[in-house]
């Protein structure tokens, strides 16, 4: 007899929906659960020992949000601090979060899901995961599966090679993996990168360095103003609730939002100009702002916002400098760049981005036959094309992702209230006939947004189609109008209903 035949299978939990992440999708996802679906049984599973994903991976000096809070924070939740807040209060305020909709009862913290497995025959997805307390397999049996985990890498960050680094006699570190015994007082700093994590990192270190280098391909844009808004400063002194603070000035920046994108869209020049001028009234007219003038339209990578001018004012001083190059080769004593410049340093620190992972390195399969994103169609930019009861989050590059966390949720609950309607226990998103010749786009256009990440993973996202609903606009002012107007009985979803044994 085998004897590995006669082992106990792990225990299975049964529920409605698992939510895989407890970062802002995950714990976002799990409000609206809460408040549109309650009679819904969900669980959460997070790799981490705490929530907040981002927030927690990520503790490298100074790390804050790149954008307003105010729509980075949920619209349920009014967010009261400044626009521009550090992991901490960003973890304050999804603690309240949690503990508002009694979401911490459903976190199981410490899983990291291993596989995610349908079955057509049984109609549910079986999730298979390793408690890393105990090191046992669990299993959960869900009718319906949320992949909320982010999308990057958490256990490391991208680093590209160059020659000569085994030479290097200091250290390289990569921001997401940020040594908390790292000391950096009276080090020389090379910070490789010019995106957001760069910008923070430098002011936030300049202080204790002997000196810190921004080391740049290419320049990036960057947009400065006081950590403050004024609007809501207003309204607080006139004692108008915070419900209503936190709604009027998420309204007031999404407008200006929408101005300065339509702005980079359509008269690229004027925003290059207010960009650039912002930049020089903390610089000085005599810096050289060949640094910060890319060579792209604003908004074609991501707009790095640098509250209070603080970047700008430790170049200004002198603390920081930037060198704009390429890499030779590093050297025993730094980096050595194509123009021949030698940038000493006692420390190396590689913005250089992420790794993309669509779907947090879970094999998933159909029917047991694996499931290939990359050769899927996206179904409104969360769904998959062919996959039964499985959604995904995706937010937005140019507004705040949250603000596509709450329309994504709205949506995935509507349907599971739907499918409860009409006794449907399955929804496929279905390629109809029409669709076989249809034009193919990657996911994310490359003429609005060329971020390198992107670049290097498109490869690993579904394709967009040329018919609808085949696409991902990637534009909040479209979608907050268009997805909670989809007729959720349009026949690209495919239902099935229950049989009448599952409904006994």
Known sequence: MNKLAT??????????????????????????????????????????????????????????????????????????????????????????????????EHIRYQHQVMTASWS???????????????????????????MCQGYYRHEKGYTPEWEGMADFKGSIIHPQTWPQDLDYTDKKVVVIGSGATAATLIPSMADKCSHITMLQRSPTYFMASENRNELADQLRELDVPETWVHEIVRRSLLKQSRDIISLSKYKPEILKEELLKGARRHLGNDFDMSHFTPAYRPWQQRLAYVPDGDLFKCIKSGKASMVTDHIERFTEQGILTKSGELLEADIIVTATGFNM????????????????????????????????????????LRTPWTMRVDLVSEFVCRLLNHMDSNASSVCTPTLR?????????????????SSGWL??????????????????????????????????????????????????
């Open 455 to 504: 670049q290097r993973h498109i490869h690993l996202m579904p394709k967009q189609g040329g018919n609808v609903p085949w696409g991902f606009s990637g534009d909040y002012f479209l979608e907050k109008d268009e997805l909670p107007a989809v007729s959720l009985d349009e026949n690209s979803l495919v239902y099935e209903f229950r049989s009448a044994q599952k409904m006994a």
């Open 7 to 104: 082992l106990p299978l792990p225990p299975t939990e049964h529920i409605d929906v698992l939510i895989v992440g407890a970062g802002i999708s995950g714990v976002g996802a799990a409000h609206h659960l809460s408040t549109e679906c309650p009679e819904k049984s969900y669980v959460i599973l997070e790799n981490k020992p705490s929530f907040g994903g981002t927030w927690v991976q990520h503790t490298y000096p100074g790390i804050r949000s790149d954008s307003d809070m105010y729509t980075f924070g949920y619209k349920h939740k009014p967010w009261t601090g400044q626009p521009v807040a550090g992991a901490g209060a960003i973890l304050e305020y999804l603690q309240e979060v949690i503990a508002d909709d009694q979401i911490d």
């Open 357 to 396: 992972s669509i779907t947090g390195d879970i094999a998933i399969d159909v029917d047991g036959s694996p499931v290939d994103l990359g050769e899927t169609f996206t179904y409104r930019g969360l769904m998959f094309s062919g996959v039964p009861n499985m959604s995904f989050m995706f937010g937005y």
């Open 120 to 146: 057509s025959t049984d109609q549910y997805w079986t999730v298979k995961a390793n408690n890393k307390e105990s090191g046992e397999e669990v299993h959960f049996r869900a009718s319906f599966l949320w």
């Open 433 to 449: 006939g029409q669709d076989r010749d249809m034009d193919v786009r990657p996911f994310i256009d490359f003429e609005d947004i």
